[in-house]
């Protein structure tokens, strides 16, 4: 199994960036993904999850309205588009995968927004 996660980087405040999160190993089609977001000195929090159709998503108040979870069954990827970045959007993110009792995450990668 395996997620890995590219996209991060370094951004000013106000603009965007997109993650992705390729997934190998697993029936991604039966799984829910999610994005988490782990910021210094703070616990991990969720970021955005989809549904395994892609039909429902959810999101924390902290970026509702700026950031999008989508995901791409045919191609086993799940994206978050970052619209409208702040620096305490700053952290390492995370993909995750569940179902059931099943569940995995990617090594994470960072995303730094600063000018």
């Known amino acids: 199994v395996q997620l890995v996660e590219s996209g991060g980087g370094l951004v000013q405040p106000g603009g965007s960036l997109t993650l992705s999160c390729a997934a190998s190993g697993f029936t991604f089609t039966n799984y829910r993904m999610s994005w988490y977001r782990r910021a210094p000195g703070k616990e991990r929090e969720l970021v955005a999850t989809?549904?395994?159709?892609?039909?429902?998503?959810d999101y924390a108040n902290s970026v509702k309205g700026r950031f999008t979870i989508s995901r791409d069954n045919a191609k086993n990827a799940v994206y978050l588009q970052m619209n409208s970045l702040k620096p305490e959007d700053t952290a390492v993110y995370f993909c995750h995968a569940r179902w059931t009792w099943h569940n995995y995450w990617g090594q994470g990668t960072q995303v730094t927004v600063s000018s």
């Open positions: 989809i549904s395994s159709d892609g039909g429902n998503t």
